[in-house]
């Protein structure tokens, strides 16, 4: 995927600034791709070029007026061309796991400190979702019923929740694993 079709997502779902676009890849879509906020920019430029979205200014009370992205045409038949064509199953690297492995050969409690640091990112990464689903889409404030894009919304955050859930378990296993190494029981 290009980063070009994760901004088409995005302004599909709510036109925006710049500014307020690289938010959103911070607080949801980062999750899933990440972009820094200058290749945000760069991407932004090049597709106005292109055509694929339009840009208008935005004026504002004693602050420079500010430039909104919405999709245009050209955009729209973009991703509709990117929605048909079909996804490769990703290949899985994932660095700690190496790390792991090859603590064999080295002394592995010396992980220890990185597995429980990746253990509190995706703990918070967890709580993180978990607080957006009750806040969009399973408490108080969450619409009775939802449309089609918010429907699609829950589902891909469901499977963040469940991947972060898997990941903890996973790491709380390699955890207790270490324990026993080091306690001398195989």
């Known amino acids: 995927m290009a980063l070009e079709h994760a901004i088409l997502v995005s302004l599909l779902e709510k036109p925006g600034s710049g500014y307020?676009?690289?938010r959103?890849?911070?607080?949801?879509?980062?999750?899933f791709w990440t972009a820094t906020h200058q290749q945000i920019y760069r991407v932004?430029?090049?597709m106005v070029g292109d055509g694929w979205i339009d840009v208008r200014e935005v004026?504002?009370?004693?602050?420079?007026d500010k430039k909104e992205y919405s999709v245009a045409g050209p955009g729209r038949e973009a991703l509709a061309r990117w929605l048909r064509e079909p996804v490769e199953p990703e290949g899985l690297r994932h660095d700690l796991a190496v790390?792991?492995?090859g603590a064999a050969f080295g002394d592995p409690a010396e992980l220890v400190d990185e597995v429980e640091r990746h253990r509190r990112v995706h703990a918070e990464r967890l709580t993180h979702y978990l607080a957006g689903e009750r806040r969009d889409f399973t408490g108080p404030?969450?619409?009775?019923?939802?449309?089609?894009?918010q429907e699609l919304q829950h589902a891909v955050l469901r499977g963040g929740i469940?991947?972060?859930r898997m990941t903890l378990a996973w790491l709380d296993d390699f955890l207790a694993t270490l324990r026993r190494i080091g306690s001398g029981r195989r």
């Open 20 to 22: 307020e676009l690289a």
């Open 24 to 31: 959103r890849f911070e607080r949801s879509i980062g999750y």
């Open 44 to 46: 932004l430029k090049r």
């Open 59 to 64: 004026p504002q009370q004693g602050r420079p």
């Open 99 to 101: 790390k792991i492995r």
């Open 141 to 149: 404030e969450a619409p009775p019923a939802l449309d089609a894009g």
């Open 162 to 164: 469940a991947y972060e």
